[in-house]
């Protein structure tokens, strides 16, 4: 499985971006795509996720501001992120989860850079 992501950018606090990561390959096997991000200085964490069936899951820290969605028939899971804050800044991963056997898989990042 091979991911891309794509999409960031340098935007102003209010302002929103849409990401988007696109999946090749053995995509059949991943049960979840899930976005993460690091901001500087800080650890990598969890941003939102949506799995094969659709089911979706926030952080708190984005909830009603960011929504994950998925294209099937173009591979393809995107974050809308809307009322963007500096805090938001971070290089933003995407990630394809396989529970059995457990793998996970990483596109490279791509950088959200938000100015107030």
């Known amino acids: 499985v091979q991911l891309q992501a794509f999409g960031g950018g340098l935007v102003r606090a209010g302002g929103s971006l849409r990401l988007s990561c696109a999946a090749t390959?053995?995509?059949?096997?991943?049960?979840?795509i899930n976005w993460y991000r690091q901001g500087p200085g800080k650890q990598r964490e969890l941003v939102a996720g949506?799995?094969?069936?659709?089911?979706?899951n926030y952080a708190d820290s984005v909830k009603g501001r960011f929504t994950i969605s998925r294209d099937n028939a173009k591979n393809t899971v995107y974050l809308q992120m809307n009322s963007l804050k500096p805090e938001d800044t971070a290089v933003y991963y995407c990630?394809?989860?396989?529970?059995?056997?457990?793998?996970?898989?990483w596109g490279q990042g791509t950088l959200v850079t938000v100015s107030s």
């Open positions: 949506i799995t094969s069936g659709g089911s979706t």
């Open positions: 990630n394809g989860h396989r529970r059995v056997p457990r793998a996970d898989y």
């Open positions: 390959g053995n995509i059949f096997s991943i049960n979840a």
